[in-house]
């Protein structure tokens, strides 16, 4: 769910759809959507596809994923009250 948001976030701040990232790592456009929807665990080529078709970094792709999580748990150990 983190990964899908984050697909989301990145492809929305680039003015992409749904359908033009799927054009860009050669899949469907409902795997773009059961992706960012929770429902789709994607493996590892098509996280590499996602992260060059949204000209990013895999590690930015993941920390962006991190982020969201992070930010959804507040009051956890090492988060600021």
């Known amino acids: 769910m983190r990964l ?3 697909v989301r976030s990145l492809r929305e701040q ?3 759809t ?3 990232l799927a054009e860009a790592v050669g899949a469907p456009t409902a795997r ?3 992706l960012e929807e929770g429902r789709l665990d994607p493996d590892f080529e098509l996280l590499l ?3 060059d078709g949204l ?3 895999l ?3 993941f920390g962006r994923a991190e982020g969201l ?3 959804a748990r507040p009051g956890e150990a090492g988060d600021e009250p």
């Open 49 to 51: 596809r996602l992260a």
């Open 4 to 6: 899908g948001r984050a």
């Open 32 to 34: 773009i959507d059961e």
């Open 59 to 61: 590690s930015t792709l």
């Open 18 to 20: 749904a359908q033009d």
């Open 14 to 16: 680039q003015s992409l």
């Open 69 to 71: 999580d992070a930010r």
């Open 55 to 57: 000209g990013v970094r």
